[in-house]
């Protein structure tokens, strides 16, 4: 079966919560055998609900993204599909009142974890195995006080072309997913339901499992012809002005 992951050895950085935790759980349902990572202590118990296993680590910490890939080796042997997932906003401000620690954080666990990751990945990966970068669709447009995480994420999409021209020779498939507005713990305290049934086309916010099976159809035999690629997954959200707020401009204008 072409969209079949069943029994492929699964490594998901930042598994714990929101989309990765939602990509666990439906590669688990659907055969794969996964290890989940990320810093939060209960980690173990997360994995243990899921059906899988769990690796801490620190994406600060490049040692221990080292130990991550020995740990996963030991459980699982060569991996198949290596989503690439860990990621933080930071703040939301203007560069010009930029905290430079918070910036240099981003940018280490955002870009520079990630890459490490791409590159240990490699060298633990079987033949004909698939990296899938998570970017966001804020690495292909400029958003007003996101100006370190949009640029860490447009680094990822760059870097996943350039990790699918040097993987190629090994039948290493290297894409990206760029998700627009999911639901997720980003939005703890706001209510964007509103917000997207303006602006985005399809009119409602959306479900990190709706992510979860992009991930699964990059990660099988299908996509087999599909390297260097990003895939939006973002209800629209990238193609234009939604018609409600083609609407209210043109009401505002006349």
């Keep these: ?18 989309i990765g935790l939602a990509t666990a759980g439906h590669f688990v349902d659907q055969g794969a055998k996964v290890i989940i990572s990320g810093r939060r202590s ?10 899988c296993d769990f690796i801490q680590a620190d994406m600060t910490l490049p040692a221990e993204i080292e130990t991550l890939f020995s740990k996963a080796g030991e459980k699982l042997g060569k991996l198949d599909v290596v989503i690439n997932n860990a990621g933080i ?3 939301t401000c203007s560069l010009l009142d930029a905290d430079m620690g918070i910036h240099d954080e981003v940018i280490t666990i955002n870009f520079r974890a990630a890459y490490l990751i791409l590159k240990l990945a490699a060298r633990h990966m079987n033949e004909g195995g698939s990296i899938i970068n998570t970017a966001s669709v804020s ?3 400029g958003e007003t006080g996101l100006s370190t995480y949009c640029a860490s994420k447009a680094a990822i999409i760059n870097l996943t072309k350039t990790a699918a021209l040097e993987l190629a020779s090994r039948k290493i498939r290297v894409n ?6 999911i639901k997720s713990e980003i939005w703890e305290g706001e209510d964007p339901i509103e917000w997207s049934e303006l602006v ?15 991930f699964h159809f990059l990660a099988s035999d299908a996509a087999r012809y599909i390297t260097g ?6 209800g629209g ?14 009401s505002a204008l006349n």
Excluded: C, H
């Excluded at 990206?176 to 507005?181: F, R």
């Excluded at 690629?229 to 973002?234: G, I």
């Design 139 to 141: 690495g292909m447009e």
């Design 200 to 214: 985005i086309p399809l009119g409602r916010i959306g479900e990190p499992e709706e992510v979860a099976t992009a």
């Design 237 to 250: 959200y990238l193609s234009g002005r939604s018609e409600k707020v083609s609407r209210l401009i043109d």
């Design 89 to 91: 906003g930071g703040e």
């Design 176 to 181: 990206a997913i760029s998700p627009g507005p």
């Design 229 to 234: 690629a990003n895939l939006p997954v973002d």
């Design 42 to 51: 209960q980690g173990a118990e997360i994995a243990a609900q899921l059906g």
């Design 1 to 18: 079966m072409p969209f079949s992951i069943s029994g492929k050895a699964t490594l998901i950085t930042g598994g714990t919560a929101g």
